[in-house]
């Protein structure tokens, strides 16, 4: 009788106790991560984060070094020329906000060569901060000598093509026509296959003052093309756990693919985000099982990709460190952020690297919270 009775007791207690023990259990894997110096910001992650079948990252900061070099600065025929270095360094000099890898970048570099000295001969007048519908960033500055205006202008190749009407070319200001497109096209290409990142310059000499200048003023602009400069053990690992790896970055494919190809990483089809814009989410819905890359992606194509996952009956991951990488980590079942992360990413997360410890302590999050 005492047998039966216990019994009954035990089965009576199960539903009031269970929700403590899923609870010990999810403490007990935080509890594990921290010792692996990983903080987990909610507990209920570590569920997903055990179930999860698909992980999409980001790659710079993420699958490469969150760091990169500048490695040349060359005009339309591929020789180099300091007056773009020179451009360059003002654009990211005198930008506001907090300064991405290529700026940092372009900065260090001129410091090292002593371009840092122009600025003295300029003061900034006017600024349209990065976006990550446009990709570019534009500054104003005028001349201290001759009080003349230049607005420099900074983004990806393409997206300073679009608003570009003329070419420095052999020292001269031409028409920038479809076969110089094809050109300046095709050498950034031979650059990104490499693994370079290629950025685009573009300058022009007027303003048209602090109260009218906007996006508009991005336009009828002369061309100017500098270029700049283990995961594969774990993406092996992931796989043989049933675990797949995508890719989701805003770089262009051909540095995505070299990627691809150092880290192991199997593709067969990259998607761009203007693709995935005109695709419906039927559509979308087959290719995103398809494809492992896509690239050239603002932060809403990103989430957009990480839904459909969802949608599809997945668990994803998504790991990231940047500003754009938001969205995302926060749809996603189990948002993850590396330790040099910004702290909009480290926010938006449900898991984190060592240094979010002091981030939390600062903010008074508490273990669990």
Known sequence: QAFLFAISIAVGLTPEMLPMIVTTNLAKGAMSMAKKKTVVKKIDAIQNFGAMDILCTDKTGTLTEDKIVLQKYIDVNGNEDTSIL??????????????????????????EKNVKEIVNDYTKIDE?????????????V??????????????????????????????????????????????????AVQ??????IASKR????????????????????PAKKDAKATLKKLKSI???????????????????NLVGLENKETLLGTDIDKMSDEELAKKVEEVNVFARMNPLQK?????????????????GDGVNDSPSLHIADVGISVNTATDIAKEAADIAQESMLKYQEANGARFGG
Do not use: W
Not at 171 to 184: D, R
């Open 128 to 140: 349209i901060p990065f976006d990550y519908t446009r990709k570019r960033m534009s500054v104003v």
């Open 242 to 260: 049933g675990i797949t790896t995508k890719i989701l970055t805003g770089d262009n494919p051909y540095a995505a693919n070299n990627i691809c």
């Open 142 to 191: 005028k001349s201290n000598k001759n009080n003349g205006y230049r607005m420099f202008t900074k983004g990806a190749l393409e997206e300073i093509l679009k608003v570009c009407t003329k070419v420095k070319y052999n020292g001269h200001v031409n028409e920038l026509t479809p076969e110089m497109v094809e050109i300046v096209e095709q050498k950034a290409k031979e650059y």
């Open 303 to 319: 989430e957009r990709i990480v839904k459909q996952l969802k949608n599809n009956g997945h668990v994803v991951g998504y790991m």
């Open 86 to 111: 020179e451009y360059a360094y003002l654009n990211s000099y005198f930008g506001t906000g907090m300064k991405n890898l290529v700026d940092r970048a372009i900065i260090t570099y001129g410091n």
């Open 206 to 225: 007027e303003y048209r003052g602090v109260n009218v200048f906007n996006v508009s003023d991005e336009a009828n602009m002369a061309f100017l093309d």
């Open 195 to 200: 693994g370079m990142q290629v950025i685009a």
